[in-house]
């Protein structure tokens, strides 16, 4: 038998200067100095939105804190990365079970 999800959940940021999700579930902080930053030169990015600048030696990051479960389900992550330096592991996204759980965690990044 073939199941079909009943309730569909959006989220979006677009980092146009605020870290709060279109649909209001989702809202997150920019973390250790990361910054919703104006496309340049140096930076291009064409889209709605601004980029987000992180920097991995200052552990910067997004972070959210309401759950957003993604256990047995479908799902789709959309980015655009403009990487300046690539070495070792930079995550795009993560999620863990639970802090103390080993091994129960998903990771989405980009290894040199």
Not at 4 to 15: C, D, E, G, H, Q
Not at 64 to 70: C, D, E, R
Not at 72 to 99: H, K, L, P, R
Request: charge should be negative; proline fraction near 2%; glycine fraction near 8%.
């Amino acid at each position: 038998a073939t199941s079909t999800a009943t309730t569909i959940t959006y989220v979006l940021w677009s980092f146009d200067n605020v870290t709060t999700d279109l649909y209001g579930n989702y809202n997150g902080e920019l973390v250790n100095g990361a910054t919703c930053t104006v496309s340049s030169s140096t930076i291009p990015y064409l889209g709605q939105g601004y980029p987000l600048g992180l920097t991995s030696s200052l552990n910067q990051s997004f972070q959210v804190s309401t759950f957003l479960n993604l256990a047995s389900t479908s799902f789709t992550i959309e980015a655009w990365i403009y990487s300046t330096v690539v070495t070792g592991d930079n995550g795009i996204m993560g999620q863990c079970d639970c802090t103390s759980c080993e091994n129960k965690c998903f990771f989405f990044l980009i290894r040199s």
